[in-house]
């Protein structure tokens, strides 16, 4: 069974300061990891993918791979009230002929206080 | 402007009754993808779907049914074989198999 791994939280953290949002997967072999911010009552939206152990910045956002470890993290620095979401952690596990597919955690709620 | 649609937002289905939720994209996405959201859970994989024509049962499809017969859609029935339809529906598509899935807004499902 192809897992993925996620604290469901909530996280707590003050506004200005940086969030950590972690992610375990089971499947070795997989290729790609994707974050997703889920409002409540929305759909996802994709905010973050990353390929490659290291790390991959985009504006506050900061995605984690380490496949060694099947870890992959995600920082947002400078937390503002509208980070305040679920964050879903995706993972293509590239096996057999469902290619794409992704599995993902339950999702981590982060709420950042004013 | 290109993008997944979803409708209709909100349905309510009446026992017994088979109910359809529509999914078209503009993305030229080779595969779309069903997905099924209750509260406080993950995403669960209904059905997806690869090239036209083709489709493949996910973790859940007991009680669904879907066909793509164009490449823009993909509709999802559910059947009254299900005996607890009642969650948020999202559907999904994407371009190469390594490529991020984008999601469409959503269909939230109800008993009445």
């Known amino acids: 069974q192809k897992e993925v791994e996620q604290n469901s939280g909530p996280l707590s953290v003050p506004e200005g300061a940086i969030a950590s949002l972690n992610c375990t997967y089971s499947?070795?072999?997989?290729?790609?990891f994707f974050w997703y911010r889920q409002y409540s009552g929305k759909s996802p939206e994709l905010i973050m993918f990353i390929y490659s152990n290291g790390d991959k910045e985009d504006g506050r956002f900061t995605a984690q791979l380490n496949k060694a470890s099947q870890y992959v993290s995600l920082l947002i620095r400078d937390s503002q009230p509208s980070d305040s979401a679920t964050y879903l952690c995706a993972v293509n596990p590239n096996y057999g002929g469902s290619q794409g597919n992704l599995i993902f955690g339950k999702g981590t709620k982060l709420s950042v206080k004013p | 402007d290109g993008g997944i649609t979803q409708s209709p937002k909100y349905l309510f289905r009446k026992e017994g009754q088979n109910v359809t939720l529509s999914c078209e994209q503009n993305?030229?996405?080779?595969?779309m993808y069903w997905y099924r959201q209750d509260p406080g859970q993950g995403l669960r994989l209904i059905y997806y779907s690869q090239i036209v024509n083709d489709f493949q049962k996910g973790d859940i499809a007991e009680g669904y049914s879907v066909s793509r017969e164009k490449k823009e859609s993909f509709p999802l029935t559910v059947t009254s074989a299900q005996k607890n339809p009642t969650a948020f529906y999202l559907c999904?598509?994407?371009?190469?198999?390594?490529?991020?899935?984008?999601f469409g807004d959503g269909t939230r499902l109800s008993i009445l």
């Open positions: 993305l030229n996405h080779d595969a």
């Open positions: 999904a598509s994407r371009w190469l198999f390594n490529q991020p899935q984008h």
């Open positions: 499947d070795r072999g997989s290729q790609s």
